[in-house]
């Protein structure tokens, strides 16, 4: 299984950036995928995760209104669409899956089985 996440980059406060997800290996529809971030300093959190198998979504309380994951089984790839960004959104931003664990419970215990390659999202002026 590969994860590739791609779409961060620098962007200034109140932009927007979507991140994609194709993940290689896997059908989304047996898989939660979801996006965990982690900061210098700070600990990993569970930014926003999906079960492909029925809808459910998780987001965490520092993200909702202002992103949205969303699923494209056709494409077989999962994007976060992150709007109205924040410094504090700044860090590394990373791909993830996992056939056992629904989307809520991987978003709050920010674990996962399969993990890819993160990507920078730095949100400054």
């Known amino acids: 299984v590969q994860l590739q996440a791609s779409g961060g980059g620098l962007v200034q406060p109140g932009g927007s950036v979507r991140l994609s997800c194709p993940p290689d290996?896997?059908?989304?529809?047996?898989?939660?995928i979801g996006w965990f971030r982690q900061a210098p300093g700070k600990e990993r959190e569970g930014v926003s995760c999906?079960?492909?198998?029925?809808?459910?979504?998780y987001y965490a309380d520092s993200v909702k209104g202002r992103f949205t994951i969303s699923s494209d089984n056709a494409k077989n790839t999962v994007y976060l669409q992150m709007n109205n960004l924040k410094p504090e959104d700044t860090a590394v931003y990373y791909c993830?899956?996992?056939?056992?664990?629904?989307?809520?419970?991987?978003?709050?215990?920010?674990?996962?089985?399969?993990w890819g390659h993160g990507t920078l999202v730095t949100v400054s002026s």
């Open positions: 290996g896997l059908t989304l529809d047996y898989y939660a």
């Open positions: 999906i079960s492909n198998s029925d809808g459910s979504t």
């Open positions: 993830v899956a996992d056939s056992m664990l629904p989307a809520r419970a991987m978003g709050v215990s920010a674990s996962a089985h399969y």
